[in-house]
């Protein structure tokens, strides 16, 4: 169960801003962020079964009085939207994607505490191609650590791991799960198109990928073209 106080979160962060020395995470542990902490819960935000994290929207907050670190994290899936949220309550918008037609394959960025910056890995959706970093969101305090890929033959699903009070990240791992090769060989199980307007509307028009569709107009165009 995911407990949300931020009393804890807000305690953290004002001893860090009085001066408590950090304590570093150990790179190269499989964990992009912090240590475990006594006052972390459990949390994690996953696609549905059979679709492939795009991209992370989330909020950065700041720390220290000058360092952002990445506080809050919802992964974009490749059809239908993710199930749960790393972290909870406000700060300043931040995402980073993949290149269209790419999926994410593991995760980079820079650490402290927590996670100062988080990158995606992002290749070809049918596997080939080289693997490469998007942008990330964050700051580039820290230091570098990953990357932290999924196995051959496999693709990001979601992240787990932890966050203070249900607040703030602590830190993040990786879910991974077997690539699906489809019948238009683009990695990601298909949906079925739309068959009605009410479909596109309310950001259904999200949900399709075989086709998949730029925006609301351009799904109730081709919904309207096979009535």
């Known amino acids: 169960m995911k407990v949300k106080g931020l009393g804890v979160a807000v305690a953290v962060v004002a001893a860090l801003t009085v001066g408590a020395a950090p304590a570093l995470a150990d790179l190269g542990d499989g964990r992009l962020g912090g240590p475990a902490a006594t006052s972390g819960v459990e949390d994690d935000t996953l696609c ?110 979601g992240l787990r791991g932890e966050s203070i009070g249900g607040e703030t990240i602590r830190y993040v791992e990786i879910v991974c799960q077997a690539l699906i090769v489809d019948e238009d060989g683009d990695g990601i199980a298909d949906t079925p198109p739309p068959a009605a307007k009410a479909e596109c509307m309310a950001g259904g028009w999200q949900s399709f990928n075989n086709p998949s569709f730029r925006n609301q107009g351009q799904c109730v165009r081709y919904v309207a073209t096979r009535q």
């Open 48 to 157: 549905p079964a059979g679709q492939a994290v795009t991209g992370v929207e989330g909020a950065t907050r700041t720390i220290g009085g000058f360092i952002p670190i990445v506080a809050v994290a919802t992964v974009q899936c490749s059809g239908d939207g993710a199930a749960g949220t790393m972290g909870s309550g406000g700060g300043s918008a931040g995402s980073t994607s993949c290149p269209a037609g790419q999926v994410a394959v593991g995760i980079a960025g820079r650490e402290g505490d927590f996670v100062d910056l988080l990158q995606l890995r992002c290749q070809n959706a049918d596997g080939s191609g080289p693997i490469t970093n998007s942008s990330g969101f964050g700051g580039g305090f820290g230091t570098a650590d990953g990357p932290y890929d999924c196995a051959a033959g496999t693709v990001l699903t």
